[in-house]
Nanobody, 122 residues
Framework: QVQLVESGGGLVQAGGSLRLSCAAS????????MHWFRQAPGKEREFVAA????????YYADSVKGRFTISRDNAKNTVYLQMNSLKPEDTAVYYC???????????????WGKGTLVTVSS
């Protein structure tokens, strides 16, 4: 059983930056594709970014491409999301997730963290 714990959320003004971290334990971290999803109040959870086992491939939602960067450090069992040029519409609870398949869908995730709140003021 893999456990995921997010951290780094908080309040930031529009145009600012924030880095989220997700620490994994209880499994073989390098065997999983790691993902970030987010969910705003009253909306469905949406895909944000993903990184493959080795970190050699990354995927981004169009809404964050060019502003967000996902990375992983397998030695530390940690995945990161660097968020730059933040916008009010980025406000959401951000969730870390792990998946052994190559799918980017919510339904395919094997494990989820409990989330960390990011609030962007205008």
């Amino acid at each position: 059983q893999v456990q995921l714990v997010e951290s780094g959320g908080g309040l930031v003004q529009a145009g600012g930056s924030l880095r989220l971290s997700c620490a994994a334990s209880g499994g073989t971290f390098s065997s999983y594709c790691m993902h970030w999803f987010r969910q705003a109040p009253g909306k469905e959870r949406e895909f944000v970014a993903a990184v493959t086992w080795s970190g050699g491939r990354t995927y981004y939602a169009d809404s964050v491409k060019g502003r967000f960067t996902i990375s992983r450090d397998n030695a530390k069992n940690t995945v990161y999301l660097q968020m730059n040029s933040l916008k009010p519409e980025d406000t959401a609870v951000y969730y870390c997730a792990a998946d052994r398949s190559s799918s980017l869908s919510v339904q395919s995730m094997d494990y989820w963290g409990k989330g960390t709140l990011v609030t962007v003021s205008s």
